[in-house]
């Protein structure tokens, strides 16, 4: 009896102190969750999809059972199929000190060749790092040097 005691005890002390973290946890997820609107003033690639200058919107792309962030989705305001892209080859990243304004990094090459890098979202230290694509990889090789281009964008 004084086993069955102490299991209750222990799983009452572990609901208890996970009903006072999840709180702080979805606010620190409601911080990254937000979806931003940006225009980017050029041609762009995401993963293998190139996609043309315009607005387009990104933020959380959410499936069931998914973790939130796992997924990505930018789309053109301008709805069409061709103009979307679920990014699922991301990792997180961090810095010091909250970004003031949302942004996406881009990595130039060539001139004119334009890779999306990074997503920062307005109020929050931690980004999303997109993996370079096979293309991206193989411009790496022959150009190591490379521009990096921000685009700032609006919190929705």
């Known amino acids: 009896m004084r086993k069955f005691m102490m299991r209750i005890s222990m799983i009452s002390g572990c609901v208890s102190l996970l009903a006072m973290t999840l709180p702080g946890?979805?606010?620190i997820h409601?911080?990254?969750?937000?979806?931003?609107?940006?225009?980017?003033p050029?041609?762009?690639?995401?993963?293998?999809?190139?996609?043309?200058a315009g607005?387009?919107?990104?933020?959380?792309?959410?499936?069931?059972?998914?973790?939130?962030?796992s997924r990505l989705l930018i789309r053109s305001v301008v709805e069409s199929p061709?103009?979307?892209v679920i990014i699922s080859s991301t990792i997180p990243i961090y810095t010091n000190t909250a970004a003031?304004?949302?942004?996406?990094i881009f990595n130039r090459y060539d001139g004119d060749r334009y890779f999306?890098?990074?997503?920062?979202?307005?109020?929050s230290?931690?980004?999303?790092?997109?993996?370079?694509?096979?293309?991206?990889?193989?411009?790496?090789?022959?150009?190591?040097?490379?521009?990096?281009?921000?685009?700032?964008a609006q919190t929705q």
């Open 100 to 104: 003031g304004k949302g942004r996406l």
């Open 82 to 84: 061709s103009n979307r």
């Open 30 to 40: 409601g911080q990254v969750v937000r979806q931003m609107s940006v225009t980017i």
């Open 125 to 152: 230290s931690t980004g999303r790092q997109v993996l370079k694509s096979g293309i991206e990889q193989k411009l790496t090789k022959n150009a190591p040097t490379h521009h990096v281009v921000s685009v700032v």
């Open 116 to 123: 999306l890098s990074q997503i920062w979202v307005s109020g």
């Open 42 to 52: 050029f041609d762009f690639v995401v993963g293998d999809k190139m996609l043309p």
């Open 55 to 69: 607005q387009y919107t990104v933020g959380p792309y959410h499936v069931t059972g998914g973790a939130l962030w």
């Open 25 to 27: 946890l979805t606010t």
